[in-house]
């Protein structure tokens, strides 16, 4: 239900109007899709971090400016998930003077610290512990680790750190956008903005020690506003993204079943989408595809 319920505010947030056959298909999509499905069936929190995100970027959107804080806050339950978002948004607000947003984020913050201090005062070591200890029982990292330390161990650390550093060099060059003024007035949240956004998070889980296929799912964002170019612009658009649908499921739950290791997903399963979803987004980004009407070039 969480998936799902993210999954259609995703759809408002961007304002994509599809037919009702093709709603029915993206709710079915967002149910059995590799990375949504496997987030569902392990009942993972991730779903909750995606819902609340959205809600977050909605509540801007509508001008109500102290629930986004409040739902972005909530967000830092699993901070590995949006911590560079968060700081996306920070610019932003900084830029746009949404003062509102940035007060609702900090005293809910504050007010979660203060509650989890209350209810369990030894959170933070036990926290500190587990973070240390983590590496110790978990084999995969991040989709950079994938290429350099899995498939080329050859190129080893300082590869894997300087496409760390390229990565987050492309991502803040990206933000330069967010600091300047919206056009429409003052809760104007643009496609613009929001493929922003969907840059950082790819960047998000490229550059984490390490991450989880999990938490893939809030790249559903960056996505969506894909398929909606493709379904707006193209002459069999909603055909071209129903296609992408069953291609997509069939495709990566294929990958996973050739590919298992005992009970463990295989490293190549943190590659596919971050990688592609970056590139086209990044062309689209290249390309200004979100200033007018004309099909993508």
């Known amino acids: 239900l969480v998936m799902v319920t993210a999954v259609l505010l995703t759809i408002r947030l ?58 972005l806050a909530l967000t830092t339950i699993k901070p ?30 504050a007010g979660l610290f203060a509650a989890s201090f209350l209810l369990l005062p030894s959170w933070l070591g036990s926290f500190v512990n587990q973070v240390v200890s983590y590496p110790g029982y978990t084999f995969t990292g991040s989709p950079l680790w994938v290429i350099t330390g899995y498939y080329f161990p050859q190129l080893g650390k300082p590869v894997e750190q300087g496409l760390i550093v390229l990565s987050l060099a492309y991502m803040a060059w990206e933000w330069r956008r ?13 496609d613009q903005f929001l493929a922003t956004l969907g840059i950082t998070m790819i960047v998000t889980n490229l550059i984490l020690v390490r991450t989880a296929t999990t938490n ?33 499921i069939f495709a990566l739950w294929a990958l996973f079943l050739s590919t298992i290791q005992g009970d463990v997903e295989h490293p190549i399963m943190y590659l596919p989408w971050p990688f592609g979803l970056l590139i086209v987004l990044a062309w689209g980004q290249r390309k200004n595809w979100w200033s007018g009407p004309a099909a993508p070039q």
């Open 14 to 71: 961007i304002d994509w109007k599809m037919p009702s056959w093709l709603l029915a298909l993206t709710v079915l999509w967002a149910v059995l899709f590799y990375n949504n499905a496997r987030t569902i069936i392990l009942g993972q929190f991730a779903a909750f971090i995606f819902l609340w995100l959205v809600l977050a970027l909605l509540a801007l959107k509508g001008g109500r400016d102290g629930w986004a804080g409040f739902f």
């Open 80 to 109: 590995q998930m949006t911590f560079l978002v968060i700081a996306a948004l920070g610019v932003w607000a900084l830029g746009q003077r949404r003062w509102r947003f940035l007060a609702g984020f900090g005293l809910t913050l």
């Open 178 to 190: 967010l600091w300047r003024p919206a056009d429409g007035g003052e809760t104007a949240v643009s």
């Open 216 to 248: 893939y799912i809030i790249m559903i964002m960056p996505l969506f506003m894909l398929l909606r170019l493709m379904s707006t612009r193209w002459r069999w658009g909603n055909t071209a993204v129903a296609l992408f649908y069953a291609v997509s």
